[in-house]
Each structure stands twice: as structure tokens, then as C-alpha cells.
């Protein structure tokens, strides 16, 4: 069983950038490929990243490649989604999951957060 929370979402400006956070609990964290999703208002769920258990390999929705890295730390249970240059077309609910497969398909992650908005204005 693992637990998620997500924390860093909150209001910027165009341009500005924001960390988030993904805190899991449970010892087997480092088993799991972590992903990144985002909902925008009327729209379905997206992936926006995802990792592999190690760190070695990453993927990235192709409007935020270059823009967005995504990270993790095993040793603090915690993966991390640094936005960089963002945009209003950013704003959306963001949720990680966890997968025990890494084909970061949403139906596919076993383990999700709540979520943590984050709203880019102009």
C-alpha cells in the first residue's frame, strides 16, 4: 500500500515557474515507476511525466518536454515535478500516481494523490 500527497501547487504568473512535491508513505516507494497527470476544467486527465523506479529513464507529454523535469529521491519517498516557463494552458489539478508497471496509462497506476492545483495567469 502506498499513500501519495501532493504539495507546491499554488497561483503564478506566466513565465514564473513551481515545484511539486509528491510525499509517499510505505517502504516499497522505490518499487514503483511515479507519473505525473494533470486535469484542466472540462477536460480529461492527462499524463504530463513520468519516471522509472530508478530514476534512469523519464517521458514527458510532448507540450511540456524542455519545459518540465520530473525527479525522484528514493531515499525520501518523495518524486518531484519542477515547471519551468509556464504557461496559462498549465493550469490544472495535478495528481501523481504510482504504477507498478511503467506505462504511465492512467487505467494502468495503481496508487494516486488528492491533487494540488496550479493556476498560471497572464
Known amino acids: 500500500q502506498v499513500q501519495l500527497e501532493e504539495s507546491g501547487g499554488g497561483l503564478v504568473q506566466a513565465g514564473g515557474s513551481l515545484r511539486l512535491s509528491c510525499a509517499a508513505s510505505g517502504r516499497t516507494f522505490s518499487r514503483y515507476a511515479m507519473g505525473w497527470f494533470r486535469q484542466a476544467p472540462g477536460k480529461e486527465r492527462e499524463f504530463v511525466a513520468g519516471?522509472?523506479?530508478?530514476?534512469?529513464?523519464?517521458y514527458y507529454l510532448d507540450s511540456v518536454r524542455g519545459r518540465f523535469t520530473i525527479s525522484r529521491d528514493n531515499a525520501k519517498n518523495t518524486a518531484y515535478l519542477q515547471m519551468n516557463s509556464l504557461k496559462p494552458e498549465d493550469t490544472a489539478v495535478y495528481y501523481c500516481?504510482?504504477?507498478?508497471?511503467?506505462?504511465?496509462?492512467?487505467?494502468?497506476?495503481?496508487?494516486w494523490g488528492k491533487g494540488t492545483l496550479v493556476t498560471v495567469s497572464l
Open positions: 519516471i522509472s523506479w530508478h530514476g534512469g529513464s523519464t
Open positions: 500516481a504510482a504504477g507498478a508497471v511503467a506505462n504511465y496509462r492512467s487505467h494502468d497506476m495503481d496508487y
